[in-house]
């Protein structure tokens, strides 16, 4: 009697079970809109790529008079990842079924500013600052990402997963630098003072590439067709350089009289002033004989084996990936 009584105990709660989880199941609706702001932050940093001719580190230098030389008083390596920042971004979801959705994002990003580079130079025994170059760059990008979606289905707090890639649409990278250095000239016989400041903007574009993207998350219902919902998505986008160009310039060179600091006369060199080698690099795998490299310079000014075309360096990499959470609604129609 016993196994009777116990098939006939789970025929029982087989029956009943639709009748269950009929009030727990969410009913489909077919289509969906979310919006959705976040943070992320850089899960694996790295050496950030150079500016122009100066290395990713942050360095001091104390410059000896007697001697004309200088020496390094410290030095690091700058890394990081343009990882962090703040996104956000417009879904359109699709149900198939109750347990799986496929949904297309469209989603604004923008990271943190970071130290790319900075070196500082000082007079020996008297701590004054003779010249200094600081470099910040950050990310903007736009980026399109399509994904399927994965949940039980539940009414009251339904957990989903999320998975798939990462389609950047625009995007660049962008490196504003600050220089300034302190200096002496001959001018007609007679020594001067020269003080030299420099702004410098540059726009660095990416090569097309494809990133992943990984989401779990759970949605509560606050009305009969709005939900809320919070997550925590990684995502891995590696981007490497195609070309750069120099879209702000302003240097100027004062001449002052040692006796009062009166400025004797005022240089200026503007963005139109610059070569197109200046202007444009194309970025390549390897540099060779064939390269448009650098070849002197003077002040600030570089010359190029052709000043007329743009110039190349080697390709660098960054990541614009990272760990982050995001919180939204989403409307259900």
């Known amino acids: 009697m016993k196994p009777k009584a116990a098939l006939l105990a789970a025929l029982c709660a087989v029956a009943s079970m639709p009748a269950t989880q009929a009030q727990s199941i969410k009913p489909t609706s077919k289509f969906y809109v979310k919006i959705a702001g976040g943070y992320y932050f850089s899960v694996f940093p790295g050496q950030f790529p150079k500016v122009g001719s100066y290395q990713p580190h942050d360095q001091h230098l104390e410059y000896n008079p007697t001697t004309e030389s200088s020496t390094s008083v410290s030095e690091k390596v700058l890394t990081g990842s343009y990882g962090a920042g703040g996104r956000g971004g417009l879904s359109f979801g699709w149900n198939i079924n109750r347990y799986i959705a496929v949904e297309g994002t469209f989603n604004y990003y923008r990271s943190k500013k970071n130290l790319m580079t900075r070196e500082v130079t000082t007079m020996a025994g008297s701590g004054q600052t003779l010249g200094k170059i600081e470099s910040h760059g950050y990310v903007d990008a736009i980026d399109f990402a399509p994904g399927v979606v994965i949940s039980p289905g ?180």
């Not at 997550?231 to 100027?252: G, H, L, Q």
């Open 154 to 333: 539940f009414e009251k707090v339904n957990p989903y997963v999320r998975f798939g890639m990462v389609i950047p649409l625009w995007g660049n990278l962008k490196i504003e630098t600050d220089a300034s250095r302190s200096g002496t000239a001959s001018v007609g016989g007679q020594t001067v003072l020269t003080q030299t400041a420099i702004h410098r903007n540059e726009t660095v574009k990416p090569n097309v590439t494809v990133g992943f993207q990984g989401a779990i998350g759970v949605a509560f219902p606050v009305a009969k067709r709005l939900d809320i919902f919070v997550e925590a998505e990684y995502r891995n986008i590696p981007v490497r350089s195609k070309e750069k160009e120099v879209t702000a310039y302003d240097e100027k060179i004062s001449l002052l009289n040692p006796a009062n600091g009166s400025v004797i006369s005022t240089q200026h060199r503007g963005l139109n002033d610059m070569s197109t080698a200046e202007r444009h690099t194309k970025y390549v795998t390897t540099l060779d004989q064939h390269s448009n490299t650098p070849v002197s310079q003077q002040g600030a000014t570089v010359n190029y084996k052709n000043n007329d075309q743009p110039s190349n360096d080697l390709k660098s990499y960054i990541n614009i990936g990272g760990l982050g959470a995001n919180a939204g609604l989403r409307w259900r129609f």
